[in-house]
């Protein structure tokens, strides 16, 4: 990859790379923006969970082309960006890279594994160095992320240079958590949603990650629209502001499941935009938000013979 | 649920400028009933509902929020009860998911002629909303009246 | 010193919360954050982070100030009733406990803040040592001890014994019926986290430089703008650290009256001070510079060169994106030849 990414910014294809770099830690991968100087700190391993789409965005101000890569589920978020028109893809050089689903350390910590100094992958196994001595994960894929559980194959959806083999990584139905607490009843789905909303400190993580969240001034953060909260002062903001930023993406969330992965107090978040995507599949009829450039999504459609709202009725779900 | 005394349910409608805030005129104007804690709020079409405007009246202290729009292929912008149509399944349907009482919010389409279903429709759902009492789980606390 | 079996600690919590407020790390959901202490939340000493900061017991993330009531033409105003009671906040680390002294610079002074100081008069911290500090912590640059967190008690864990030593009356107070035990009980416990700190992998930062004399060659640096580059604005650093204290104050319109309300504030966030006329920091780069300018720089100058960090490393473990102070000062801290 570096020696591809070398060769551009020499043949000046590009001018500047978007990839990841290794933070402080070890193991830590940041988002970083590189040009020919620097070009050699480029990391790409299976620790790289950011998805990097949304930087394009921020990019596309700047002179010349960059070149960006995209794993699989992230060039998803790349073509919906690109029907959205917040990228141009005259100024983008896209190349895959294979992806065997990505290693979360928040789940070796919660394995019991403390002080963790490095992780190193050999084959499926994970030789962790510690603090308090070595471990070893056996298997990877007990530890990927929550969105790599869910993965949407191994197929990049934009055409490009593929640098890579990649593996899906699926487990079960991804929209099993959904159907098992659509299956509870209303009072035990109300005591789910407080305990994890109720942990949420508004630090709006979730929003500033999400590549389908790209508006230049959100809603929440504008004092003049009477609905900005900046913290949730009773449990209803809390309610509010996570039922619209689902309902804003729904349609266009493409499940990349970054929202997920950076709360900082572990909300599965992905459930309330999976629910959306799982009612627009269900109602109708399957969509992928991202799977091409041009897609007109559910919400920005209609047909004549839709059902009517009272659906909720009777569709699946407990009602006592 | 305990009760408070003299609880009456307060119900919000949003009710399209072209047809039901003109059946809820006629509704009045052919001496029809419909309870007197509806409130209507009038919008410029279906689908001017932002999600946002249903969860405001729920925090403001609504028990029940009905969305009242043309008969889809009546409207009065051609396509904007189909859109509003597919917005309020998700979101009736994610309020469902949150463990919110799906009778709590309904979408009905009244035409300017239907002064008696207009009336009809808000006893029926002034109704439904007394037997399920008040809202506690969407509510804010701060608007509670003291 | 006393001593407490661990499985009865439960009882010693009940006979507390008796009589005062009593906030523990717990784990809800998942997650454990200092809550108020009842007979069926889980208690975790084990953890050794709260993902917040004990800082949200005395300057909570949300707190009413003031309300106001419109009656016809008479508005009738009700301040929010301050902290009166004695209350306990068990289990806090060293930083943590640290970091109320940092927020004491800030909210003391003049104009002291009375809701603020009305909690501090009030609130007695049983610290715990840290059985087992973790890869980001970093708190032995700040001059705290891990082994000796301070507070009005300290305890350590050692197998299935607690040992507490109180260094206040009030600390003493709260523990006077429990078991004598010898103060050598928990010398090798201390030992050994001292040992296990000086392994750490951040514990020997270069800090020199970081002062009000080298103030504009830090904010003139080229390094932010790399720095800053993968930073998403959100505000998981500001709101899990023990030392941010900005706040936002706001009124709720409630229909019936005003509800005002102080929260806190990030200076990640686009609408920070826009109280003034605008956030003076447009992009996210300056708002960057600013967390970190104010706490290596601007905070030690004006008050004594104590830094406005306690090296709890949340921002470490936390940053979406793994940026973090940690990799600020070693970009800019010392002067490498």
């Given at each position: 990859?570096?020696?591809?990414?070398?060769?551009?910014?020499?043949?000046?294809?590009?001018?500047?790379?978007?990839?990841?770099?290794?933070?402080?830690?070890?193991?830590?991968?940041?988002?970083?923006?590189?040009?020919?100087?620097?070009?050699?700190?480029?990391?790409?391993?299976?620790?790289?969970?950011?998805?990097?789409?949304?930087?394009?965005?921020?990019?596309?101000?700047?002179?010349?082309?960059?070149?960006?890569?995209?794993?699989?589920?992230?060039?998803?978020?790349?073509?919906?960006?690109?029907?959205?028109?917040?990228?141009?893809?005259?100024?983008?050089?896209?190349?895959?890279?294979?992806?065997?689903?990505?290693?979360?350390?928040?789940?070796?910590?919660?394995?019991?594994?403390?002080?963790?100094?490095?992780?190193?992958?050999?084959?499926?196994?994970?030789?962790?160095?510690?603090?308090?001595?070595?471990?070893?994960?056996?298997?990877?894929?007990?530890?990927?992320?929550?969105?790599?559980?869910?993965?949407?194959?191994?197929?990049?959806?934009?055409?490009?240079?593929?640098?890579?083999?990649?593996?899906?990584?699926?487990?079960?139905?991804?929209?099993?958590?959904?159907?098992?607490?659509?299956?509870?009843?209303?009072?035990?789905?109300?005591?789910?949603?407080?305990?994890?909303?109720?942990?949420?400190?508004?630090?709006?993580?979730?929003?500033?990650?999400?590549?389908?969240?790209?508006?230049?001034?959100?809603?929440?953060?504008?004092?003049?629209?009477?609905?900005?909260?900046?913290?949730?002062?009773?449990?209803?903001?809390?309610?509010?502001?996570?039922?619209?930023?689902?309902?804003?993406?729904?349609?266009?969330?493409?499940?990349?499941?970054?929202?997920?992965?950076?709360?900082?107090?572990?909300?599965?978040?992905?459930?309330?935009?999976?629910?959306?995507?799982?009612?627009?599949?269900?109602?109708?009829?399957?969509?992928?938000?991202?799977?091409?450039?041009?897609?007109?999504?559910?919400?920005?459609?209609?047909?004549?013979?839709?059902?009517?709202?009272?659906?909720?009725?009777?569709?699946?779900?407990?009602?006592? | 649920?305990?009760?408070?005394?003299?609880?009456?349910?307060?119900?919000?409608?949003?009710?399209?400028?072209?047809?039901?805030?003109?059946?809820?005129?006629?509704?009045?104007?052919?001496?029809?009933?419909?309870?007197?804690?509806?409130?209507?709020?009038?919008?410029?079409?279906?689908?001017?509902?932002?999600?946002?405007?249903?969860?405001?009246?729920?925090?403001?202290?609504?028990?029940?929020?009905?969305?009242?729009?043309?008969?889809?292929?009546?409207?009065?912008?051609?396509?904007?009860?189909?859109?509003?149509?597919?917005?309020?399944?998700?979101?009736?349907?994610?309020?469902?998911?949150?463990?919110?009482?799906?009778?709590?919010?309904?979408?009905?389409?009244?035409?300017?002629?239907?002064?008696?279903?207009?009336?009809?429709?808000?006893?029926?759902?002034?109704?439904?909303?007394?037997?399920?009492?008040?809202?506690?789980?969407?509510?804010?606390?701060?608007?509670?009246?003291? | 010193?006393?001593?407490?079996?661990?499985?009865?600690?439960?009882?010693?919590?009940?006979?507390?919360?008796?009589?005062?407020?009593?906030?523990?790390?717990?784990?809800?959901?998942?997650?454990?954050?200092?809550?108020?202490?009842?007979?069926?939340?889980?208690?975790?000493?084990?953890?050794?982070?709260?993902?917040?900061?004990?800082?949200?017991?005395?300057?909570?993330?949300?707190?009413?100030?003031?309300?106001?009531?419109?009656?016809?033409?008479?508005?009738?105003?009700?301040?929010?009733?301050?902290?009166?009671?004695?209350?306990?906040?068990?289990?806090?680390?060293?930083?943590?406990?640290?970091?109320?002294?940092?927020?004491?610079?800030?909210?003391?002074?003049?104009?002291?803040?009375?809701?603020?100081?009305?909690?501090?008069?009030?609130?007695?911290?049983?610290?715990?040592?840290?059985?087992?500090?973790?890869?980001?912590?970093?708190?032995?640059?700040?001059?705290?001890?891990?082994?000796?967190?301070?507070?009005?008690?300290?305890?350590?864990?050692?197998?299935?014994?607690?040992?507490?030593?109180?260094?206040?009356?009030?600390?003493?107070?709260?523990?006077?019926?429990?078991?004598?035990?010898?103060?050598?009980?928990?010398?090798?416990?201390?030992k050994e986290i001292s040992a296990i700190a000086e392994r750490l992998p951040f514990a020997n930062l270069d800090l020199t430089g970081f002062d009000g004399e080298h103030l504009m060659e830090k904010f003139d640096d080229p390094a932010w703008e790399r720095l800053s580059k993968a930073c998403l604005g959100c505000g998981t650093c500001t709101f899990v650290c023990p030392t941010c204290q900005c706040y936002d104050i706001r009124d709720f319109d409630t229909g019936h009256g005003v509800t005002r309300y102080r929260c806190w504030d990030s200076c990640m966030y686009s609408d920070f001070t826009l109280m003034a006329?605008?956030?003076?920091?447009?992009?996210?780069?300056?708002?960057?510079?600013?967390?970190?300018?104010?706490?290596?720089?601007?905070?030690?100058?004006?008050?004594?060169?104590?830094?406005?960090?306690?090296?709890?490393?949340?921002?470490?473990?936390?940053?979406?994106?793994?940026?973090?102070?940690?990799?600020?000062?070693?970009?800019?801290?010392?002067?490498?030849?």
């Amino acid at each position: 990859m570096i020696e591809r990414a070398r060769e551009l910014l020499a043949s000046g294809e590009v001018n500047r790379v978007l990839a990841w770099e290794k933070g402080e830690n070890d193991f830590d991968r940041t988002p970083a923006v590189f040009t020919a100087d620097n070009v050699d700190s480029l990391v790409y391993d299976g620790l790289c969970g950011p998805n990097l789409s949304k930087y394009l965005v921020g990019e596309m101000e700047k002179e010349g082309k960059i070149l960006v890569f995209l794993k699989p589920c992230d060039s998803y978020s790349y073509n919906q960006l690109a029907t959205e028109h917040r990228i141009d893809l005259e100024k983008v050089v896209p190349i895959a890279v294979g992806c065997r689903g990505k290693i979360d350390v928040e789940k070796l910590r919660a394995k019991g594994i403390k002080g963790i100094l490095s992780v190193t992958e050999d084959g499926d196994k994970l030789l962790v160095k510690t603090l308090y001595g070595d471990a070893v994960v056996e298997n990877r894929k007990e530890v990927l992320l929550d969105k790599c559980l869910a993965c949407k194959g191994k197929e990049h959806v934009v055409e490009c240079e593929v640098i890579g083999e990649s593996e899906d990584t699926t487990e079960g139905d991804k929209f099993g958590i959904v159907a098992k607490l659509e299956a509870m009843t209303p009072d035990e789905r109300f005591a789910f949603w407080r305990g994890e909303l109720s942990k949420c400190i508004r630090c709006n993580a979730c929003r500033n990650v999400c590549p389908a969240c790209s508006c230049v001034k959100c809603v929440f953060d504008n004092p003049n629209t009477g609905v900005a909260n900046k913290a949730a002062a009773d449990d209803f903001e809390e309610n509010m502001f996570h039922i619209i930023r689902a309902f804003h993406v729904a349609g266009r969330c493409t499940d990349c499941g970054e929202c997920s992965r950076v709360c900082p107090q572990h909300i599965p978040l992905h459930l309330l935009n999976r629910k959306f995507i799982k009612d627009i599949n269900e109602i109708y009829g399957g969509y992928q938000a991202g799977a091409e450039i041009g897609q007109r999504h559910p919400l920005e459609n209609f047909d004549k013979g839709d059902c009517e709202p009272s659906v909720v009725h009777v569709r699946g779900g407990a009602r006592k | 649920m305990p009760m408070k005394e003299n609880w009456t349910p307060t119900i919000v409608a949003f009710c399209c400028n072209w047809c039901s805030y003109a059946g809820a005129d006629l509704a009045g104007s052919s001496r029809l009933s419909y309870p007197a804690n509806v409130k209507i709020i009038r919008i410029p079409c279906s689908c001017r509902l932002n999600p946002m405007f249903v969860l405001r009246a729920f925090q403001r202290g609504a028990d029940g929020v009905i969305l009242c729009g043309c008969h889809p292929g009546d409207c009065h912008y051609t396509t904007g009860n189909y859109y509003a149509r597919r917005r309020m399944t998700l979101l009736f349907s994610m309020l469902d998911y949150l463990g919110i009482d799906r009778r709590r919010t309904r979408v009905e389409w009244v035409s300017a002629a239907e002064g008696a279903k207009f009336s009809a429709t808000m006893n029926d759902f002034a109704r439904t909303i007394a037997e399920l009492g008040e809202n506690v789980r969407l509510g804010d606390l701060r608007c509670k009246q003291e | 010193m006393k001593k407490i079996s661990l499985n009865a600690l439960g009882a010693l919590f009940a006979k507390i919360a008796s009589t005062m407020k009593l906030y523990a790390p717990i784990e809800k959901a998942g997650q454990v954050d200092f809550y108020e202490w009842n007979e069926s939340e889980k208690v975790r000493l084990d953890v050794l982070k709260t993902v917040k900061s004990a800082k949200d017991v005395f300057f909570p993330q949300v707190e009413d100030l003031l309300k106001f009531r419109v009656e016809g033409k008479s508005i009738e105003m009700n301040e929010a009733p301050k902290c009166e009671d004695d209350f306990v906040v068990f289990g806090v680390r060293g930083c943590d406990a640290r970091s109320f002294e940092l927020l004491d610079r800030v909210f003391l002074v003049d104009p002291r803040d009375e809701f603020y100081a009305a909690r501090r008069a009030h609130g007695i911290i049983v610290t715990l040592a840290c059985g087992a500090p973790e890869e980001s912590c970093f708190c032995t640059n700040f001059g705290i001890d891990p082994a000796n967190p301070g507070g009005d008690a300290s305890a350590w864990i050692v197998g299935e014994e607690l040992y507490i030593e109180p260094h206040t009356e009030r600390g003493a107070a709260l523990i006077a019926d429990l078991e004598d035990a010898d103060a050598s009980s928990v010398e090798a416990a201390k030992k050994e986290i001292s040992a296990i700190a000086e392994r750490l992998p951040f514990a020997n930062l270069d800090l020199t430089g970081f002062d009000g004399e080298h103030l504009m060659e830090k904010f003139d640096d080229p390094a932010w703008e790399r720095l800053s580059k993968a930073c998403l604005g959100c505000g998981t650093c500001t709101f899990v650290c023990p030392t941010c204290q900005c706040y936002d104050i706001r009124d709720f319109d409630t229909g019936h009256g005003v509800t005002r309300y102080r929260c806190w504030d990030s200076c990640m966030y686009s609408d920070f001070t826009l109280m003034a006329a605008e956030n003076s920091r447009h992009t996210q780069l300056q708002r960057f510079r600013q967390r970190f300018m104010h706490k290596l720089v601007y905070f030690p100058s004006n008050n004594d060169g104590l830094y406005s960090c306690v090296g709890c490393g949340r921002c470490v473990a936390k940053c979406p994106q793994n940026l973090n102070i940690v990799k600020v000062i070693k970009a800019l801290g010392g002067k490498k030849a």
